[in-house]
């Protein structure tokens, strides 16, 4: 049987559910000729190296911190890539054409869908400014919702997190999470916002996953806000993946 392979690039991989998600789904839904694999890669300059060594490699994820950086070695993009400016799922086309795509913009919508429900917040606040950060700017202008944005570098966000005003925290009921801060390991870690001034009013989404239970998420479920962590964007944007392979 010749196998189709899977696969997802990024660094660091050791908290990724993605291989444990794909095989299970393989397994449940009888299909006997995939496998996916995970793919550290110490620079996004070894992907030509990968995809040499393995021409049935099919597709793959992309994750942190290679969203914005895999698009110099892409042959074409789709609209909500192009968009975004930011891929996270490429689909390699006959001849090896390098085809890619944004499926965290669909995980979004549907976490957004799941947390907000009809709530319209007036205003957002995105923490960070990467791959991940410009596909939840994407869905919150899909939805005419005005945001602001945290980055450690001065010069890519309204704010950072040394001059973030308490205020500003107080008047965004939405808050998102787009820094992998907290993920595993590093669980003990979380973005450096004054949650004193979280309320019961807030929804605090997080794109991590792993842990479920972020310290960032469980900061606003102390102070009574709802919160939803990454596990619905990340399960819609891999069926959202699987799709777009086998188109």
């Known amino acids: ?51 040499q060594a393995m021409p049935e490699l099919e597709g793959f994820n992309v994750t942190i911190p290679y969203k914005r950086e895999v698009m110099r070695y892409l042959d074409d993009l789709s609209f909500d890539a192009r968009m975004i400016g930011a891929v996270n799922c490429v689909r390699r086309e006959t001849g090896g054409r390098l085809v890619g795509h944004n499926t965290d913009i669909v995980g979004l919508r549907a976490a957004l869908d799941e947390l907000l429900g009809d709530e319209l917040p007036g205003q957002a606040l995105v ?29 890519k966000g309204n704010y950072t997190y040394d001059n973030l005003p308490c205020e ?51 900061y606003g479920r102390q102070r009574q806000a709802r919160i939803l962590n990454g596990e619905t964007m990340f399960r819609a944007q891999a069926e959202a993946a699987w799709e777009i392979w086998n188109a």
């Open 168 to 218: 500003v925290v107080e008047q965004s009921p939405l808050i998102v999470n787009a820094t992998p801060v907290g993920t595993y390991p590093a669980v003990g870690e979380a973005p450096r916002i004054p949650y004193a001034y979280v309320t019961p009013a807030h929804r605090l989404l997080d794109l991590v996953y792993n842990p479920p239970l972020t310290q960032f998420l469980d």
């Open 1 to 51: 049987m010749t196998m189709r392979r899977f696969g997802l690039i990024g660094r660091p991989l050791g908290h990724s559910a993605s291989a444990a998600y794909f095989t299970a789904k393989f397994g449940r839904e009888g299909i006997a000729d995939c496998v996916f694999a995970l793919h550290e890669l110490p620079s996004i300059d070894a992907l030509p190296e990968l995809l």
């Open 127 to 155: 923490l960070g400014t990467g791959g991940a950060s410009q596909a939840v700017q994407y869905a919150l202008t899909e939805r005419n919702i005005p945001f602001f944005l945290v980055s450690r570098d001065a010069g």
